[in-house]
C-alpha cells in the first residue's frame, strides 16, 4: 500500500519538517519509514520511501515538495531551452542515498522491496506545469505544438526512470513499480503516441531483470496499451472492475488493486464488503496482488488498515458473497 | 460548449464583482450571459447561465461560489439531522428568476435552449464535502456508513432536480442536460447501487417532454449504466474515443462530445486534428453532438474557439484523415 506511513503516529514521529526530499536522502530514516507500515500492517512487500521526483531534483531542478499540495517546480519547462537543464542520471553519484537505503532494507525485510519511479509523462507533467495540475493545459499543449521538444523531454525522462531503476534492482529491490499516476488524463490517441513510447523504453530496459508493476489513475481505457508497455503486473483503480480489466487485457498479466481509499476511511465494515468482491474477482482472474486503487489517504484510521490487511490474508475464496 | 462565456471579454465586461448566484437572479443579465457566446460562435444551441448549486442555495442552503475553487457550503451535511435543512423546491416561488430568464431567451434566441440542472450525487458531493473535492471521502463514506440518510438525501436532491428541469422545460426550454459531472470518482458498483437509482428518477421524470442529454466526466466505466438511466443523449468526455462509447451503449442512443478543452489551448491546428477525428468517428456513429468534453477552460482563446466552430459548421465526412 502505497503511502500507507503517512497515516502512521510513528512516522509522524519520526518526521521532522525537513521536506520528503531532504528525508530521502538520510538511509537510515528513509529505511525506517519504509519499514514502518511493513512491521505495523504485516503486509507482503514494502515499497521503498521515496518520491517521483527524486531523480531530476538530484541532477539540480529546484523542485520542492509543499505539504498538501505536491511537487512545485520553481521554474516551469516550457521550451526546448529547458531541455538542457536535464542530463543523464548517475545514479551512484547522484542518488547514493537510495542505493543506500535499499541496502539497508534488504539486511532488515524479509519480505520483497518494490523499487520505483515516475513514468516519463507523469514527471514531466510536473515539470512543465510547475506543479501538481488539474487539466494538464500546458503539458498538453507542449506535446500538440513542439513534437520535438516533447519527445526530446520524454527520452530524457525515460532515461533518468530507467537508470534509476536499474540502480535499485542492483542494489537488491526484488520488483520495482511504474508509475505514471496522470497517465488517465490523456486520451487514448494521446497517450499512445506521445507516451507510450518512453514508457516502453523504461519497462523494456528493465526486461527480466525484476517483475514490473505499471501503474496509473483513471486509466481504465489505457489498459490494453499499459498492459502492452512492457509490464508483468498492471495497477487498476476502483474506477474498473478487476473483472473488467482482467477481460481487456488477458491472463497475461497480474493485476494490482483496486480498493476505493476512500472507502477505507468510511470504516472497517464497508471496507471488508468491498475487498470481498475484490478478492473474489481477483481470484477469478487468477493472479492478483490485492492494493487500494490509489495512495493511502492521509486521514486513513491505522487500526482499519490492519484489520483490513488480516482480512485479506485470513479470505478464502468462495467464503464471501 | 458549456462555460463558453467565461473566456469572453463581453462576459468579462458585463459581469461585475458579484458572484454567479448573484448574476442568475438578475433574469436581464442572466439571458445576456447565455447570448453572449451564441452571438459570438454561432453554435447551434444556448445553455442557459446557471450553476448546479442554484436550487439548493434558493431554498436555504448557505452557499457560495468562490472564484477559482467553486461552490463552498458554509455547514457541509454530514448527518440525518441535516435533511431537514432541505425541502422540495417550488421553482416558481423560490426561483422565478431562472423561470424568467428562459422566457426571456426564448423571445431572442433563434437557435434551441438547454436548461440544466446538477445530478443528485454530484450535488450531494458539494453539500457533503463542503466544496469541491478530489477524494470525495465524507461522500463516500455516507453512502456506506449510513444508506438511510444517503438515499434520503438523493431523493430530495432528485425531486429538486426534477422540479427546476420541469420549471425551465415549462417555461420554454428545448432540452435538458443533467450534469453529474463528479460520478466518474465512483465504482461502478458504487454508481449503480447508490447513484443510478436517484438519476432515474429525474431523468424518467422529464420523460419526453424534452430531449435529455446525460453528462459526467471520466465515466467511462459507467456510460452503459449512465445511457440506462433514461437519457436521450450521452456526454462523453475525451479519454473515451465516441468509437468505444458507441460500441458500449448502441445506437440508441446520440452521444455529445468529446474534444479535450486543453487540445483547444494548445491551438487551432492541433484542435482541428482533433476535431476532425472525432467528427468521423461521431458520423460513423450516427447522432453526434459536437462540443467540448468538459466545459471551456478560462483560459482559452476566443478566436480559436470561434474557427473551430466554423470548422465544424464546414466539415463533411471522409474529408480529412
Same mark, same amino acid.
Given at each position: 500500500m502505497r503511502q500507507a506511513g503517512r497515516s502512521l503516529p510513528e512516522y509522524r514521529a519520526i518526521r521532522?519538517?525537513? %521536506?520528503i526530499l531532504e528525508a530521502v536522502k538520510d538511509p537510515e530514516l528513509a529505511a525506517e519509514v519504509t519499514l514502518q507500515p511493513v512491521r505495523r500492517y504485516g503486509v507482503d512487500a514494502a515499497i521503498l520511501f %521515496?518520491?517521483?521526483?527524486v531523480p531530476v531534483s538530484a541532477i539540480g531542478v529546484d523542485i520542492e515538495i509543499v505539504a498538501g499540495r505536491g511537487p512545485v517546480v520553481a521554474e516551469p519547462f516550457r521550451y @526546448? %531551452?529547458?531541455?538542457?537543464r536535464l542530463r543523464p542520471l548517475e545514479p551512484e553519484v547522484d542518488t547514493p542515498y537510495v542505493i543506500e537505503t535499499v541496502k539497508l532494507l534488504k539486511k532488515e525485510l524479509s519480505v520483497p522491496l518494490i523499487g520505483f519511479a515516475g513514468a516519463p509523462f507523469t514527471v514531466a507533467s510536473y515539470l512543465i506545469e510547475g506543479g501538481p495540475s488539474r487539466n494538464f493545459t500546458h503539458t498538453k499543449a507542449l506535446m500538440h505544438t513542439d513534437e520535438t521538444t516533447w519527445f526530446a523531454l520524454m527520452d530524457q525522462l525515460s532515461q533518468i526512470a530507467l537508470s534509476s531503476l536499474q540502480s535499485q534492482i542492483t542494489a537488491g529491490a526484488d520488483a520495482i513499480q511504474l508509475f505514471? %499516476?496522470? @497517465?488517465? @488524463?490523456?486520451s487514448r490517441a494521446d497517450y499512445e503516441y506521445f507516451v507510450l513510447p518512453a514508457t516502453r523504453r523504461v519497462l523494456e530496459g528493465i526486461g527480466e531483470s525484476a517483475p514490473r508493476i505499471h501503474f496509473g489513475v483513471g486509466t481504465g481505457e489505457l489498459l490494453e496499451l499499459m498492459a502492452g508497455a512492457g509490464t508483468d503486473v498492471l495497477g487498476v483503480d476502483w474506477r474498473t472492475s478487476l473483472t473488467d480489466a482482467s477481460a481487456r487485457v488477458g491472463h497475461r498479466y497480474a493485476l494490482q488493486g483496486n480498493l476505493d481509499p476512500a472507502v477505507v476511511i468510511a470504516g472497517i465494515e464497508p471496507a471488508k464488503v468491498e475487498t470481498a468482491r475484490i478478492l473474489e474477482e481477483g481470484a477469478r482472474h487468477g493472479g492478483h496482488i490485492f492494493n487500494l486503487g490509489h495512495g493511502v489517504l492521509p486521514e486513513t484510521d491505522p487500526g482499519v488498515l490492519a484489520e483490513l490487511v488480516s482480512f485479506v490474508h485470513e479470505w478464502e475464496p468462495g467464503t464471501t458473497r
Open positions: 521532522t519538517n525537513d %521536506s %521515496s518520491d517521483i521526483v @526546448a %531551452s529547458d531541455l538542457a505514471d %499516476s496522470w @497517465a488517465g @488524463a490523456l
